[in-house]
């Protein structure tokens, strides 16, 4: 988008550090917020809650790196992998627990 009005050097750069600054600080800002306790989490438990936390962190990651990429290919591959993965994690949380 930018480089139709003016090319800007190290634009994968700048953008790739820009995801990884906003990713940083909510990644921390969210864990600020729930270590303050959050009626939600007493409310509807932290389990579920902290599924959808981490669920909507992994889509607005998924979204800052299609803004970031130039191969929606990558970008779908990535989801795919992400998705894969929180799968994964959940699933071995729940069998845990179980256990």
Do not use: K
């Amino acid at each position: 988008g930018a480089r139709l009005v003016v090319d800007i050097p190290y634009e994968g750069y700048l953008l790739y550090g820009i995801v990884g600054f906003s990713w940083a600080f909510h990644i921390l800002w969210t864990q600020d917020m729930l270590s303050r306790g959050q009626s939600d989490l007493e409310e509807c438990g932290s389990f579920m809650s902290l599924g959808i936390i981490s669920f909507f962190n992994m889509l607005l990651i998924a979204i800052m790196v299609c803004l970031a990429t130039t191969s929606w290919l990558d970008l779908f591959s990535f989801t795919i992998n992400t998705a894969n993965e929180l799968w994964r994690f959940i699933s071995d949380s729940l069998t845990d627990m179980i256990s």
